[in-house]
């Protein structure tokens, strides 16, 4: 079979340290061009990964390359991404998948109608313990699910080349990591009935932000998200029958503990064939095969648009009805200040 | 409104611990436009909360702060060499003023606010500390350089640049490094020595109060070509600052030493020894690094074999301050450590200097507005919050 020509749109963080590394460890495909405004970038990074031809703009690489693989800054998305799919190629788009329900299905629309595949790079589908946790939420084993609590943040050290990230229309620590977060309580839980949020934007973007979710089936739960702060990175879910704590990150450990008894098991899940994941880049690197997968079978990836735009609406609703809120350690100043700047 | 509002203002350091929450107020307080210079755009979620103006710059690079200057009403010089060997840091401290400055001359900024430090003025003697005291070296980089900066600026003076130097003290409160986290983490981690019992004067001041006094400095007029000592109304005991990080914590992880022993203590321990060896002693010597080792094959084994030594050899082996677990034994069995408390850091312990704001009171109108109770407790809501506890 010939290998699918690959295009890298963006020679930002995520290309240099995702992409392009699990397309290296991806069989039946040739990373064939890369494009990114900033010069600087687009000549190191294409030197770094060997990859031939260097563009400007996508519209450049379009003519050359059967897929392609999306990170930019969060607001590009649709639009580069309707792009490419209208031309026929097809995409593995980051997560958030867009910033809006709308952008969502123009994105799907294009997808149908050139009949090239929209994936999504929602990774955490991946992962063999929050898939296990899944599969223990559906078995029945913990009982009635009543209640969940996530709290995930790090201090952001994340290797940002540019200050695209910081921009007002790229959204914050939500759009960021909370796109990952919520996606995993609908893909575990169902859909979301109502929601109460808040975050500490002030004519910027959100570094914390507190999520209270009830979801259809009347589990309720609460979400802490932290660009400024390193938390326990776990969702607990609470049972009947026990609990269920997990940790969000990529190799993380699973703890079941019933409800009366002392004793917990933890471990890492596994699924049939594969080892545990070592690192993120394996995560990645299955991702990457999925996609491959989707496009040489002609059928749909792991994360389709469709599915992705589930999260992007909570998104959605979220800034729409986002409140302000309020440090446990601010003083009178602070408050009447993001009075003013909100 | 205030005389900044509308005003272009430069933070240099503004992902740091003060120069973060300087950009934050001239932002929502003064409606000032700001632009931060940034090195690592990682380090900016906290800044990008607000409408700013982040440019990537590099105090090393003359051209970068030239940009970053140019069309600048103020400029606030609050950032510092933190990394790499002391002579780097002498370099983006002593270097890296001259170019803000020379920017500033060239650009004919309004007023340029230099954030020095009172450890300018060395190992400083009990009793009133004011501004006419002498800067005097002490040997180690941070100190020195930051003496090089100052003279750098107020040097500027004679040239047709306004120039204000302020000098804080002991700063703390939310998102505070050297003496908010780090207290909080060495206490977690292991013992920390209070010197003569932590009887020497700790000159605290709140970081909301050094940010006002950076304004005024910005502000004033009679400030050009001086230089603040910006503190807290009064100090208080090193004791009583440990004190209540121990109680936001829970525990009690302090130990008394005269300034002799801490010193012993130090040259017994890793902080004497420089390179890998050192930092590999430090790593062996956290407690969960030990506990690992500790619980390995390997580490049974020499447990065991350590326990077979005849007593008086075990004891020179372990000697002071240094304990071995017992077989089978886990590191939280274990004493905390005590944590080396470096020579520069025991005479500043010592000391019961008291920095007086005399000087600012009357020429910048600074009051500071957070005594230490109240700073205390915002530093124990921002630490709880931000799950340092």
Known sequence: MRPIRVGVIGAGAAAEGIHLPALARTSGVETVAIADPSADRLEYVADKFKVPARYRSHQDVIPHIDAAIVGIPHQYHAPVTIDLLRAGVHVLVEKPMALSTAECDAMIRASESSGARLAVGLLRRFAPTLRYTKQVLESGMLGPIRSFDVREGMIFRWPVKSAAMFSPQCGGVLADIGTHVIDLLLWWFGDVAGLDYRDDAAGGVEADAVLKVEMAGGITGRVELSRTRDLRNSCIIRGERGTIEVGTKTDSIVTLTPVHGDASLSGRAVLPGQQPPGNLGDLFAWQMADFVRAIQTHSAPAVTGTEARRSVAVLESCYRRRQRLVFPFETLLDAAASEKAS | ?389
């Not at chain 2, 272009?8 to 003064?30: D, M, P, S």
């Open chain 2, 1 to 389: 409104m205030t005389p900044l509002s509308n005003a272009k203002v430069l933070v240099t350091g503004a992902t740091g611990f003060i120069g973060g929450r300087l950009a934050e107020r001239l932002i929502v307080e003064h409606g000032a436009r700001v632009r931060a210079l940034v090195r690592n755009f990682g380090r900016a979620a906290r800044l990008a909360r607000f409408p700013i103006e982040l440019v990537q710059g590099d105090l090393c690079s003359p051209e970068s702060i030239e940009r970053a200057v140019e069309g600048c009403d103020y400029v606030f010089h609050c950032a510092y060499g933190s990394d790499g060997q002391d002579e780097a840091r002498r370099v983006v401290n002593a270097q890296g003023t001259r170019h803000v400055l020379d920017a500033a001359l060239k650009h004919r900024v309004r007023r340029v606010v230099h954030t020095s430090t009172v450890t300018v003025y060395g190992n400083t003697p009990d009793g009133p500390l004011d501004e006419s005291a002498p800067r005097r070296k002490t040997g180690f980089a941070y100190g020195d350089s930051k003496i090089e900066a100052e003279e750098t600026a107020l040097g500027y003076v004679g040239r047709g640049l306004s120039v204000a130097v302020v000098q804080p003290t002991v700063v703390y409160g939310p998102f505070g490094t050297t003496f908010t986290i780090k207290p909080l983490q060495l206490l977690k981690s292991g013992r920390v020595i209070l010197v003569n019992g932590g009887d020497g004067l700790a000159n605290l001041v709140y970081v909301d109060d050094v940010v006002s006094g950076m304004i005024l400095a910005a502000l004033v007029e009679g400030a050009h070509g001086e230089a603040f000592i910006l503190s807290g109304s009064e100090p208080t005991t090193w004791r009583a600052f440990y004190a209540a990080h121990e109680s936001m914590l829970g525990r009690s992880a302090t130990v008394s030493m005269t300034p002799e022993e801490a010193l012993k203590h130090f040259h017994g321990s890793d902080g004497a020894r420089a390179g890998m060896v050192s930092q590999l002693m430090k790593a062996i010597r956290h407690p969960g690094v030990r506990k690992r080792i500790a619980e390995t094959r390997e580490g049974q084994l020499a447990i065991r074999a350590f326990h077979r030594l005849p007593a008086g050899l075990r004891a020179r082996i372990s000697g002071p301050g240094v304990s071995l677990p017992g077989a089978n034994t886990t590191a939280t069995d274990m004493a905390p450590a005590i944590h080396p408390l470096h020579p520069s850091k025991i005479a500043f312990m010592t000391a019961k200097t008291h920095a007086r704001i005399d000087k600012a009171r009357r020429v910048l109108g600074f009051a500071p507005q957070f005594d230490f109770t109240r700073g205390i407790d915002l530093t124990a809501a921002w630490a709880e919050w931000a799950n340092l506890l």
